[in-house]
């Protein structure tokens, strides 16, 4: 019997790169058809939901299975697309599992790009932009998202904050115990591009927390009296920014 | 030369059962002990933080290290005691890694009460309450908490409620899309005793929602257009609340 794929959370979808529209088909590549065969026991007849970024959402249904790849042939579009906020992630490198586990919920919590920021101490000095693009998508698959968040080249504190486009106001997760609490500093402020900064795990040095907090497009915000992790503290300040500003503030 | 022993997150600090007090001395246990002496090259002179979750936190210095064990001398009280918000998170067990993921971002998000719950599609029968413990104590002596939060005994999802205590606010993250947004939701709410509740892998079942929704206690929340993972959404919601009726909600 013919049925839609599901997992755990609830329709498989997968993304693609490949256009979408009526009455197409396409082969999708080796690991997606190997988790459809062996994974999930696709057979004939069973259909997926794909997304591309670009084109909304499809349901697809499983065409032919082959020892090396499954063809689908795609039916009605089931969601016009649609994005996330403008809210970037710029984050010191942290270890291997905090960092797919940070792509991933950053991903879930609806951010627009992350942006790999190496600071003076960071213990990681190099970032695996493919894992963190599976990640990503991986989360996107999940999520019900339709577009899976940039993953942008590394850039050094001090080149991203020069460059930075000034219109863009950037939270600042201040440990120092003078900003004011993230909901009041956020409260009121306008809706344009945003973005979020959190360090490595032993913080920001004394220069680098001097050099945010003089820039005018910095918003200092406090999260309360504990000293979380880099990767709560991201997570936490995309959870209040979505929150008062971003995509959970208008009722369905 | 004696130092103050610290990692990456600032100064070392160690949760103990015993009482603490000025001019009182106290053997670690063979764990802490060879943290201490083999992680941290402890030597005689050098200081840590103790905490009990009742006494404040100590300044206490390593007097002896001997082969099994590390013994300290207590100097000046450095915080006086004190708690988090009034906040419980009931959670259906999740796998080994989210679970002690959740329960670590839990403790930093300044959580009281872990409270387990089965509900009817829970995928893990069965939690590991001293695995979930000792990850809560390791969260806490690295955010600055100065408590722990309870891990209690799972309780059925319908024990949980027919014995809950109707002054405890429930948010019930409902993913059904006919909610408030979470900040509307708690905007203008009383700071009492609040708690979050949220299900499995596969979310909770129709009946398990309804119930949920008839209780008045229950207050349903929207985070928004994306399904995310349970353990993602309680951080979430936790962060939320945290900054609209918790103890982010203060100007420093």
Redesign the interface.
């Known amino acids: 019997m013919s049925q839609d794929l599901t997992e755990?959370?609830?329709l498989t979808r997968l993304f693609v790169e490949a256009p979408l529209g009526a009455d197409s088909a396409l082969t999708l590549d080796e690991d997606q058809s190997h988790y459809l065969t062996h994974v999930l026991r696709a057979r004939p007849g069973d259909t997926v939901r794909l997304f591309n970024g670009k084109e909304g959402e499809w349901r697809a249904r499983v065409a032919a299975v082959t020892k090396r790849a499954v063809t689908l042939s795609l039916g009605a579009q089931t969601l016009p697309q649609?994005g996330v906020p403008d809210i970037w992630l710029c984050l010191a490198p942290v270890k291997r599992t905090p960092l797919d586990?940070i792509t991933q919920?950053a991903t879930?919590?609806?951010v627009s790009r992350i942006q790999p920021v190496m600071t003076r101490r960071a213990?990681v000095a190099r970032v695996n932009l493919d894992r963190m693009r599976a990640n990503a998508i991986e989360a996107a698959e999940?999520?019900?998202?339709l577009s899976i968040p940039e993953i942008a080249e590394p850039a050094s504190f001090e080149k991203l904050l020069s460059a930075w486009p000034g219109e863009r106001q950037l939270i600042f997760c201040d440990e120092a115990?003078?900003a004011?609490?993230?909901?009041?500093a956020l409260r009121a402020r306008s809706r344009g591009p945003w973005a979020i900064i959190t360090g490595p795990?032993?913080g920001f040095d004394p220069a680098e927390r001097s050099r945010l907090r003089e820039l005018p497009f910095v918003v200092p915000v406090?999260?309360?009296?504990?000293?979380?992790?880099a990767d709560?503290a991201a997570?936490?300040?995309l959870?209040?920014w979505?929150?008062?500003l971003?995509?959970?503030?208008?009722?369905?």
Chains 1, 2 share one sequence.
């Open positions: 755990p959370g609830g649609t586990y919920k879930e919590l609806g213990i999940q999520c019900g998202r115990g003078e004011p609490p993230a909901a009041d795990e032993g406090s999260l309360g009296p504990r000293i979380m992790r709560t997570l936490a300040a959870a209040v979505q929150s008062a971003g995509d959970w503030n208008f009722a369905p």
